[in-house]
């Protein structure tokens, strides 16, 4: 499924998990801020990326470009491998010293992948991707998810709340299975107020910094 090995973890790299409308992008954001006031070196970053392989995929999430559920789990594994090891990526920053935080990574192709075109594809193609140092899950019910999203100006072919329901079961599924092989995984109960998200937030992080001798926030 996925990879966990102490020579493939990368551990300045720190991933934000989570089904639609479950914080992540918010959460991102505060951080990378607070630690750069901190003076903490960081680099943050999502997937899909803004190369043209993830350029690519955002159009098909919006519907602009129909694609097969296979085809786009090899577009996020390509746009993923190269997010990771081409040159300015997540492995060059993280050996640079930067915390690299990123929203949404392997996981989340196992979990979204792997209920449109079947788990079999999405773990082949992501099973070699290293582990991250840090993983937070951000966990809510997608009722409530898809509330947070319906004002939004476009939605996502994802994001509809039979869709998120079914996305929801599989991440369940894949943390279950990662924090099994060694994954550092904490769940955030996203269905706090933002002020108490942000706490747990800060709480998983500082901690994590803490052991691994970097500034906490």
């Known amino acids: ?55 690519l995929i955002r159009r098909i999430l919006k519907g602009e470009l129909d694609a097969d559920p296979g085809t786009i789990a090899y577009l996020f594994a390509a746009d993923r491998h190269q997010h990771l090891y081409g040159a300015g990526g997540i492995i060059a920053a993280a050996n640079a010293g930067k915390i690299v935080l990123c929203d949404r990574y392997s996981p989340s192709s196992l979990a979204y992948q792997g209920m449109t075109c079947g788990p079999e594809l999405p773990r082949r193609l992501n099973g070699k991707f290293p582990a991250p140092g840090l993983t937070l899950f951000f966990r809510l019910v997608p009722e409530i998810a898809m509330a947070r999203v319906a004002s939004r100006d476009q939605l996502e072919i994802y994001e509809k709340l039979h869709i998120q329901k079914l996305v929801s079961a599989a991440y369940d599924e894949v943390m279950a299975e990662a924090a099994g092989k060694g994954w550092n995984i904490v769940t955030i109960d996203a269905e706090k107020p933002l002020a108490e998200v942000s706490a747990q937030v800060d709480a998983a992080l500082g901690d994590y910094l803490q052991r691994i001798n970097m500034a906490s926030p």
């Open 1 to 55: 499924m996925l990879r966990f090995d102490t020579d493939s973890t990368v551990k300045n790299f720190i991933v934000l998990e989570g089904i639609d409308g479950s914080g992540t992008t918010t959460q991102l954001r505060r951080l990378s801020a607070l630690l750069d006031q901190r003076g903490v070196p960081v680099m943050t970053t999502a997937e899909p990326t803004s190369r043209p392989e993830g350029a």
